[in-house]
């Protein structure tokens, strides 16, 4: 892909986020439009997902007809240049009105994601990434924080329903054991964008989707972070656990979340 091709996307997935966060706003905090479906135990998934996840595959079909979409609520193929789209991360806090939600979009280029917009409409607050040029928030350039150890760090420990409630609760024993603060935010797109952003110092979950991840995932990277997770190859419709942190926690916190160690 050319420079100029990507320079397109990157733009274009920009602009995509803004117009999808005006779309996810027309729903917020209206109880009565969402048209609230579950898919599973606190999985919800409301008719402004659907709405955004149609806005971003008409435009992208229409601006990038040969590239190819995987999205949360419609799935989709794995090609050579592939869109990574979660319309809402985050659609339980969106749901109840509370504003941590995100809508995540990444483009992913023979296997490695180039680019990674994760934006908070309801904060205004878009992070974006494109490789090897840094990560940034709105017009301030993102740096990971160095904490000086678990006494000085938080982690964003996001639950998800879809493995025993066991595990997470011991994974959570083990981070305050070692002296770990800890947050459940409710959203990893936002978690990942708020670790770039030196807020958190780190992000774990034991299952998270492609979708959840990808954009973040180079926000972090370009931030001087560290993350395990979706590497060239791997089947991006599978789940996986992530962990995300500061270099300087790294070691840490492999060892205790079990997370990454072969990454
Ligand atoms: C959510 C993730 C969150 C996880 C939730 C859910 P969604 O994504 O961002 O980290 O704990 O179970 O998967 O479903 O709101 O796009």
Known sequence: MTVLDLDARFSAAKEMALEAGKIAMSYFRKPATL?????????????????????????????????????????????????????????????????????????????????????????????????????FCNDERLEVRSPTGPEDAIIDAGYSTKLPVADYISMLGRLTAADFGFVQNGSAAMGLAHVAAGRLDGYCELVLQSWDVMAGALLIEEAGGWISGFSAGDDLTQGKAILACALSLRGRLIEITGIGAGD
């Open 35 to 135: 048209g609230l479906r579950s898919k599973g135990l606190h999985d919800p998934v409301t008719l402004a997902d659907l709405a955004v996840d149609h806005h971003l595959r008409q435009v992208i079909g229409e601006r990038f007809p040969t590239d190819a979409i995987l999205s949360e609520e419609v799935g989709g193929g794995n090609a050579c240049n592939l869109w990574v789209i979660d319309p809402i991360d985050g659609t339980q806090n969106f749901a109840r009105g509370l504003g941590h939600f995100a809508i995540s979009i990444a483009f992913v280029s023979e296997s490695r994601c180039e680019i990674g917009v994760v934006y908070n409409p309801a904060t205004g607050e878009m992070f974006f990434a494109k490789r090897g040029e840094g990560a």
